[in-house]
C-alpha cells in the first residue's frame, strides 16, 4: 500500500466522520437529492441517490473541501481563530462569502447543473440545510450549510448526466469528465 493510498482513505474516513460529528446523515443528504431529481429521473430510488452522495464523497477534492469547511467550524465555535474571524463566522457574516467559494470545489466537479441546484437549495433551505441554518444561534454552521448543499447538488448533477458509477478515486480518469 502506497503512503498516497493510506492518506487518500484517512481523507475520506475523516470526511464521513466529521459531517455524522456535526448532525449530517448521508441519508438526509439523499433526501435532498432525491426531491431534486425524482420529477427527472422516474425509475429514481432513494438508494440511487445514498449511492451517488457516496460516489460524490469519493472525490479528493470533495474532502478535501468538507475537512476544510468543517473544521473552521468547529475552530471558530471553540473560540480557536482570532476574535475578528471567529466573530465574522459565528454570525454568518452574509458579506464573508469564503464558504460559498469553498464549495464551489464541490459543486464544480459535476458541471454547471450543480451550481443551479446550489443556488437553488441555498435559497430554499430544504431538509437537513434548514435544520444547519435554525441551529446558527448556538453552532458556527457557516461552512456546513453550503457543503451539505454543494453535495447534494453534486449528486443531482451526477444523476442527471447519468455517469457511470465508476468514479475511483484510487484509479486516474483516463478521458476527461463528461459535461
Ligand atoms: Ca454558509
Known amino acids: 500500500m502506497t503512503k498516497d493510498y493510506i492518506h487518500l482513505k484517512h481523507l475520506k474516513s475523516r470526511s464521513y466522520e466529521l459531517l455524522a460529528e456535526r448532525g449530517v446523515s448521508i441519508e438526509e443528504i439523499a433526501k435532498i437529492v432525491f426531491d431534486l431529481q425524482h420529477s427527472y ?11 451517488n452522495v457516496h460516489a460524490v464523497m469519493q472525490k479528493r477534492e470533495v474532502q478535501n473541501a468538507i475537512i476544510t469547511g ?12 482570532s476574535p475578528l474571524l471567529c466573530d465574522l463566522l459565528m454570525r454568518d457574516e452574509g ?3 469564503i464558504d460559498e ?8 466537479v459535476y458541471g454547471s447543473i450543480g ?6 437549495l441555498d435559497k430554499l433551505k ?5 435544520k444547519l441554518n435554525d441551529e446558527k444561534s448556538h453552532r458556527c454552521n457557516t461552512f456546513i450549510d453550503d457543503i451539505v448543499g454543494a453535495l447534494a447538488a453534486a449528486a443531482a448533477s451526477r444523476i442527471a448526466h447519468a455517469q457511470p458509477q465508476t468514479d ?4 486516474p480518469p483516463k478521458k476527461p469528465h463528461h459535461f
Not at 430544504?126 to 434548514?130: E, H, N, Q, R
Request: net charge negative; with cysteine; glycine share 10%.
Open 41 to 51: 429521473v422516474e425509475s429514481l430510488t432513494m438508494q440511487d441517490c445514498i449511492d
Open 70 to 81: 468543517i473544521e473552521i467550524d468547529i475552530a471558530a465555535e471553540k473560540g480557536l481563530l
Open 95 to 97: 458579506l464573508y462569502g
Open 101 to 108: 467559494i469553498l464549495t464551489l470545489s464541490i459543486v464544480n
Open 115 to 120: 451550481l443551479t441546484n446550489f443556488g437553488y
Open 126 to 130: 430544504p431538509g437537513i440545510i434548514g
Open 168 to 171: 475511483e478515486i484510487s484509479v
